[in-house]
């Protein structure tokens, strides 16, 4: 079997995914292999190196396998100002917050509501309507 116009661009390009992922062949075939992939491990990294030549239906379930494999790695992003992530690096309670910041601002945002969302004792309750 020969190669095929496309093959050449999408091995290239499918190392090139597994590369910046941090992702091993073998990891890929382990994949591949689990979705109904048809070669082996030995042919897969043959096919990865150049050296053989794959049908259609076999490199789209490799690109199918890397593919999910790089949306399951963790992506850094920029959180939100209710990101339960920012919640971790809150000081602990009884901690004083930083000089010159008064009383800690979550706490103030938190209120002395119970776990239920009704208004606490230092609380007017919202006149209805107003939601």
């Given at each position: 079997m020969g190669f095929d116009l496309n093959e050449p661009e999408q091995r290239r390009k499918l190392r090139a995914a597994l590369k910046?992922?941090?992702?091993?062949?073998?990891?890929?075939?382990?994949?591949?292999?689990?979705?109904?992939g048809g070669?082996?491990?030995?042919?897969v990294e043959a096919y990865l190196q150049g050296l053989l030549s794959l049908?259609?239906?076999?490199?789209?379930?490799?690109?199918?396998?890397?593919n999910e494999l790089i949306e399951a790695i963790p992506r850094l992003y920029a959180?939100?100002?209710?990101?339960?992530?920012?919640?971790?690096r809150r000081p602990e309670?009884?901690?004083e917050s930083a000089p010159g910041?008064?009383?800690?601002?979550?706490a103030d945002a938190a209120?002395?509501?119970?776990?239920?969302?009704?208004?606490g004792p230092d609380?007017?309750?919202?006149?209805?309507?107003?939601e």
């Open positions: 910046a992922s941090d992702l091993t062949p073998g990891e890929l075939w382990l994949n591949y292999f689990s979705i109904g070669v082996g491990e030995y042919e049908p259609p239906i076999q490199r789209d379930l490799l690109a199918m396998a890397a959180p939100y100002s209710d990101d339960p992530d920012l919640a971790e309670p009884g901690r910041s008064g009383q800690d601002a979550d209120g002395d509501h119970d776990t239920h969302g009704r208004p609380e007017q309750a919202d006149p209805p309507g107003d």
